[in-house]
């Protein structure tokens, strides 16, 4: 299943990024604060692959508030030149209501994910569905989102990323 994303200009300041790591769980959590005003799905986007991987898109007037990287995916790919792709604008990605549903507050999208990573981890890529040509977009300053040709999310990139805490077991 695909899932519209359409691409707005950017209205205000530019939205800030905080990460989060929950050490118990693996949970990296993103949060976008001043995404402004648009209409579209006040929910979640639920991007579920079928090795289990589990993301969560927070949306809320149809623009991105946060991220959870609630499961890995099994394909995590270390590349020693991960290359940031230069975004085309700064703006916002937009999810629509639905006309047909428009009091569905979740959207289940089973797609393949794939994560791309540099080698100190503080670049992330995921990836949505197979790879394909995409335009990209700065919406907040730490995160671009990729949309393909077809108004369709093919990625999410993560920049700054702090490294996972390390916690000593105790005993």
């Not at 976008?32 to 969560?56: I, Q, R």
């Not at 979740?106 to 197979?130: C, F, P, Y």
């Given at each position: 299943m695909h899932f519209e994303a359409r691409i707005e200009p950017l209205t205000g300041k530019l939205p800030k990024v905080s990460y989060r790591w929950d050490p118990e769980t693996d949970i990296l959590s993103v949060a976008c604060k001043g995404t402004g005003?648009?209409?579209g799905l006040n929910g979640t986007v639920d991007l579920e692959g079928g090795d289990?991987?589990?993301v969560v898109i927070d949306v809320a007037g149809?623009?991105?508030?946060g991220v959870d990287i609630v499961t890995w995916p099994d394909d995590i790919r270390t590349l020693d030149d991960l290359a940031i792709p230069e975004p085309a604008q700064d703006g916002r990605v937009v999810f629509p209501g639905r006309k047909s549903q428009p009091r569905v507050a979740?959207?289940?999208?089973d797609t393949a994910l794939t994560v791309?990573?540099?080698q100190s981890e503080s670049v992330l890529h995921i990836r949505v569905g197979r790879q394909r040509v995409a335009t990209v977009i700065r919406v907040a300053d730490l995160l671009l989102v990729e949309v393909d040709k077809n108004s369709?999310?093919?990625?999410?990139?993560?920049?700054?990323?702090?490294?996972?805490p390390?916690?000593?077991a105790t005993a």
């Amino acid at each position: 299943m695909h899932f519209e994303a359409r691409i707005e200009p950017l209205t205000g300041k530019l939205p800030k990024v905080s990460y989060r790591w929950d050490p118990e769980t693996d949970i990296l959590s993103v949060a976008c604060k001043g995404t402004g005003k648009a209409t579209g799905l006040n929910g979640t986007v639920d991007l579920e692959g079928g090795d289990g991987s589990f993301v969560v898109i927070d949306v809320a007037g149809g623009c991105i508030h946060g991220v959870d990287i609630v499961t890995w995916p099994d394909d995590i790919r270390t590349l020693d030149d991960l290359a940031i792709p230069e975004p085309a604008q700064d703006g916002r990605v937009v999810f629509p209501g639905r006309k047909s549903q428009p009091r569905v507050a979740a959207v289940e999208v089973d797609t393949a994910l794939t994560v791309e990573k540099n080698q100190s981890e503080s670049v992330l890529h995921i990836r949505v569905g197979r790879q394909r040509v995409a335009t990209v977009i700065r919406v907040a300053d730490l995160l671009l989102v990729e949309v393909d040709k077809n108004s369709r999310l093919a990625g999410l990139w993560f920049l700054d990323v702090p490294p996972f805490p390390n916690v000593e077991a105790t005993a």
